[in-house]
């Protein structure tokens, strides 16, 4: 699928931006503190030596959660796509954690 239909099929509803029809993506929070937690905060392979896994707060508890337009655009476009996939060019850049849909009754 090339790009431009992908954006269209986002707008449109059909999924969500950066995801596959089948596969969705979701913001985790805290459940101490509720800031977003992304992803590379999560995996031990992406975390710094030292920092712990999970919040900055220290908890490792996260819950996934629906935030506002304002906040998903700064995590997904700024923190992830410019800064961390454009300008520091790492593999993981997406601050969302995928989620397989469930498939359809039998």
Do not use: Q
């Amino acid at each position: 699928m090339n790009i431009l239909a992908h954006v269209r099929a986002a707008l449109r509803g059909e999924h969500v931006l950066g995801a596959s029809p089948d596969v969705g993506r979701v913001f985790m929070v805290c459940y101490e503190c509720r800031r977003v937690v992304p992803a590379w905060r999560l995996v031990m392979s992406e975390a710094k030596p030292g920092t712990p896994i999970g919040c900055r707060c220290g908890s490792a508890h996260v819950k996934t959660a629906t935030i506002n337009a304002l906040a998903s655009g700064w995590w997904f476009f700024v923190r992830g796509l410019a800064w961390r996939k454009l300008v520091r060019r790492l593999k993981e850049w997406d601050p969302r954690v995928p989620v397989r849909k469930p498939s359809a009754p039998l």
